[in-house]
């Protein structure tokens, strides 16, 4: 077995409202009432059954923002809401629990144990830490790059959370600090947000994938993965700069630097148990999911449907690459949440209060698109304030995108330019709900939502800056 315990594969159960005042919890209750009470007066044209949709869902996310309660517990009760007062049947209420990107939480956890057994993470860590050095800001930009490497073979950002988790935790450990330290909160925290931010720039994640095939579906445009990667590669650099630096001045180290315990630090990472069966046949499965993954194009098999079945295998008897005891320790609060999300979504589309949110947000929106200019902020920041609503990436894009895309033909507007843009702004994200890979990362309790809060809006300034600088005078260059 590696050196690092395979526990910390898994995200740990995060409580973060129970160290709060009675007061700060009972004014954060009272408040998302209130929303829902102001959703339900609101002068709108919709049915009961719609605006009572619009208002249970408006106090889960209020609830989420808040941390009223933990993120799964406050979803679960949302979703009974909506069942007991029969907003929509129980198969659309509960559809997130069936749906590939709940599913794909938990064979994604499993692979990430698997190679945690393996020692792998250990392996690169020793890897990095013996070119990059041994301060904290080299040992965080070596985070970083690898979390981008990883996107190319690993298309998946909660996938690349759960191998990556490890990594940090050893490097953490071997500072010396807690888990409410800078050098905890920053290293973690960059990490999780770079794993999701990174799936828009390269066609990788579920929502970048979802994005193309409905540009090409609908858009009626051809999308290469080389294009779409070159594209956005200057944002893709951006992000690993300015979020390094910005890290470094959000969460000054503690400590500067482990040079003087390098000895101890090799030793650390050179810590790894002989290979034996167990680690090839861990390497194979996990081989064999990144190849699945990358072939898809050939056999159909979704990302989801692979996590979790290469998961099941190293379950099999024979096998043994994972145990009973593997699967007890899988936290299955994000799994819930994931679920939880995902029926809401699907709750405010049966019930018509998605059209009347795209409406909103969109409606006014279609008169700006035609001079670039202006189009690029007007996409950027209204796709960002529809995807508190949406939470789910898959939902936003897969709820906004036919129109953009169906606009995009009626007007002779460019359809992969204005499906790229409106793609990327689902990248900026304020808190964990709105994203897979952070509510992860967020339930392993390495950071707080204040820490992601400010991480995020500075990240989603300079996104939309790099955006800026891509779609003016990049893309021009590239003659798109």
Wanted: proline share 4%; net charge neutral.
């Amino acid at each position: 077995m590696a050196a690092i315990d395979h526990s910390v594969a898994e995200p740990l159960i995060a409580a973060p409202a129970h160290g709060r005042k009675n007061s700060l919890r009972l004014a954060q209750a009272l408040f998302c009432l209130g929303v829902g009470a102001a959703v339900w007066l609101a002068p709108l044209q919709v049915g009961t059954n719609t605006r009572a949709a619009l208002v249970i869902s408006a106090m889960m996310i209020i609830a989420w923002m808040t941390e009223v309660m933990e993120y799964a517990s406050a979803g679960l009760v949302g979703l009974f809401l909506f069942w007991i007062f029969g907003i929509a049947k129980p198969e659309i209420i509960f559809a997130g629990f069936v749906n590939d990107a709940s599913w794909f939480y938990i064979g994604a956890v499993f692979l990430g144990a698997m190679a945690t057994k393996t020692g792998l993470p250990q392996r690169i860590a020793g890897f990095v830490v013996d070119r990059v050095g041994l301060t904290y800001s080299r040992l965080l930009l070596g985070i970083i790059v690898i979390a981008f490497l990883l996107t190319f073979i690993v298309p998946s950002g909660v996938a690349r959370v759960v191998i990556m988790a490890p990594i940090c935790i050893g490097i953490i450990n071997l500072f010396g600090v807690d888990k409410n330290s800078n050098i905890a909160r920053g290293m973690f925290l960059l990490m999780v947000y770079t794993c999701a931010i990174f799936d828009k720039m390269i066609i990788a994640g579920t929502g970048a994938i979802t994005a193309r095939n409905i540009i090409e579906r609908i858009g009626e445009v051809d999308v290469t993965y080389s294009f779409w990667l070159l594209a956005f590669f200057p944002c893709a650099l951006t992000t690993i700069f300015v979020g390094w630096r910005v890290t470094l001045w959000l969460f000054p180290p503690e400590i500067e630097s482990l040079e003087g315990r390098r000895a101890e630090v090799q030793a650390h990472f050179n810590n790894v148990s002989a290979w034996s069966p167990m680690h090839t046949k861990a390497c194979i499965l996990v081989m064999l999911a990144l190849t699945l993954w990358l072939t898809d194009w050939v056999h159909g098999v979704s990302a989801a449907k692979v996590a979790f079945g290469v998961g099941l295998i190293g379950l099999l008897p024979f096998v043994d690459v994972l145990t009973a005891d593997d699967f007890r320790k899988a936290n299955m609060l994000p799994y819930f949440f994931v679920a939880a999300a995902l029926g809401m979504s699907e709750v405010l589309r049966s019930t018509g209060g998605l059209t009347v949110l795209t409406d909103v947000f969109l409606g006014g929106m279609e008169p700006l698109l035609a001079n670039k200019v202006v189009a690029v902020p007007v996409l950027y920041w209204t796709a960002f304030v529809y995807h508190f609503f949406t939470a789910s990436e898959i939902s936003m894009l897969a709820t906004s995108l036919p129109i953009l895309m169906e606009f995009a033909k009626s007007h002779g507007i460019d359809a992969l330019w204005l499906g790229m843009v409106w793609t990327f702004a689902a990248g900026g994200k304020l808190f964990a709900y709105q994203s897979a890979p952070l509510i992860v990362g967020y339930a392993y309790g390495y950071f707080r939502h204040t820490d992601m809060l400010k991480l995020g809006a500075i990240l989603t300034v300079v996104e939309f800056v790099a955006l800026a600088f891509c779609t003016f005078i990049f893309w021009p260059v590239l003659g798109f």
